[in-house]
């Protein structure tokens, strides 16, 4: 294959200290990186930063929560022509991002506790595999997943 892996989704956020709190702390993401446009300061190459930088310097620019060992989430300040989300798979494009774990009901006991809302109860999807959902405080949605022996993302699947 080409790809080893997905390196990072990324996602702009109004909210990002709560944001931040919620995969740090909810989640148990480590926060990785943390650039503020001060970064940005000798950038000349960069000159819509720069001037941010300038008026702004310790404003964030972007975050990396390393969700799994070099798999990160990245998060940007909205900026301040961008809506709100619409509904759930409403639009083209990004609907969700999913998280594989080894243990799906080890996983909602942990979130339950953490207080994290679970969306959905834990079931069997059609490829085999185990499913719950969860969302971040900015109603992004998260897909738990958990493989089994017969899951088609293991074994393979292609319907005629």
Not at 69 to 80: A, R, V
Not at 111 to 138: A, R
Not at 141 to 156: C, H, K, L, N, P
Request: with cysteine.
């Amino acid at each position: 294959m080409l790809f080893k892996s997905i390196m990072h989704v990324a996602f702009f956020t109004d909210n990002m200290d709560e944001m931040l709190e919620f995969y740090q702390n909810k989640l148990g993401a480590k926060l990785k990186v943390l650039i503020r446009y001060k970064e940005y300061l000798h950038r000349n190459d960069r000159p819509e930063h720069q001037k941010i930088a300038r008026a702004y310097p310790d404003k964030i620019f972007n975050a990396y929560l390393e969700i799994a060992p070099g798999q990160f989430l990245e998060l940007f300040p909205k900026s301040e022509n961008q809506g709100q989300h619409l509904n759930f798979n409403e639009c083209l494009g990004y609907s969700h991002f999913s998280l594989l774990v080894e243990d799906i009901y080890e996983v909602k006991r942990y979130l339950t506790d953490m207080g994290v809302n679970i969306d959905t109860e834990i079931t069997k999807g059609p490829s085999e595999t185990y499913q719950m959902w969860i969302t971040d405080p900015d109603n992004n949605r998260i897909e738990i997943m958990q493989f089994t022996d017969r899951s088609y993302q293991v074994i393979g699947k292609i319907s005629d």
